[in-house]
Each structure stands twice: as C-alpha cells, then as structure tokens.
DNA sequence: ACTTAACGTTAAGTACACTTTACATATTAG
DNA sequence: CTAATATGTAAAGTGTACTTAACGTTAAGT
C-alpha cells in the first residue's frame, strides 16, 4: 500500500529520527513505513496522520484494498 | 482502544459471521476486535470503516493515544 | 581530508494480528 | 424437546509489525 509519509515529512522538513522520536518508535520502522515494507498498526498509523494534521485516509493509499459483495 | 463495531454491525443488522464473510477474516477476528482483544491491521480497520459507511476515525476510539512533544 | 548528518541495509529476536479447530452457552423456532 | 442460530472461549500455529544492533553510502560543513 502506497502512502505519502515521506512527503509530508519532507514538507514538515523533519528527519526521519525526529519523526520516530515523536511518533515513539525506532528510526527502522520510519524507514519501513517509508519505503512501503511493511504497513503501520492502526494506532501508529493515526499518530503518523495526526503528526501531520491529516486523517489517515489522507496519508495512506487506501485505493486498492478490495471488499466484499 | 474502544470501537463502535458491534454498535455498527448492530445497526446494520448483520451478524458476526456475515461481517467476517466481507471483510475476509475468520469469524474469531471479527470476535476479537468487537471485545476489544486486539486491534484491527491498518487495512483491515478501513474495510471495516467502509462497510458501515465511515472513517476509521470515527469507528475507532483514538482519544487515549498520546503523541509525544 | 575528515567529520557529521541523513538515509539505507541486513539480521536476529519479540509481540501481536490473524487462522483453524473444537467446544460451550443462550435464545429462538418447529 | 430438539434443532438451529448467534455469540463466546481456549489453544496452538503462522506471518507481520516492530525492536536492537551493526555497518555502508552520500552529501554538506569545516
């Protein structure tokens, strides 16, 4: 799943530790999200969105997960 | 972290085993996240959001999550 | 030339999201 | 009374979110 942390971030002019210290988690999970290995929690993925005045429908690309009938 | 799934799917009157048909999960993940055992994936909050018509915001209680300075 | 800052990788370990199977209980329908 | 429906619990297994630690690269500062 695409997302647009590190564009944010890039736009809020922090650096991915700063990023992971307010967010309270390692710089390698930063990294991950960044580089799309892995997707955040539920709860990471708000204080990412909340960090950067956003909803998380506004930062993570929702568009190809698929629901049923 | 509270949630207002079970309220929703009441609302919506459909039963467990009919929402974990949707989402694609086993009827025991649908259990879990309504009594509050774990959270949902980030993919997995927002299919459920979907289905009842929401944003994961508003069926997933964040006001207890604490972001750091 | 050397250092520091920022980003990235790899690897091994822990915790949790989710699965499957099996069984228990309460309520409702025939 | 019996059977079906809806909800719940327990246990053991798999995959992934996240950690720590160590190391490599590139660009900027002095």
Known sequence: MNNRVR???GEFK???ERLA???G???QTVISIENGRYNPSLVLA???AKIF???IEEVFD???VE???
């Open 53 to 55: 005045a956003c909803s």
């Open 62 to 64: 929702f568009s190809e």
């Open 46 to 48: 708000y204080k990412i």
């Open 21 to 23: 210290d307010r967010l």
């Open 67 to 69: 629901i049923g009938e």
């Open 7 to 9: 564009q944010l971030r």
């Open 14 to 16: 922090i650096t991915q």
């Open 25 to 27: 988690v390692s710089r």
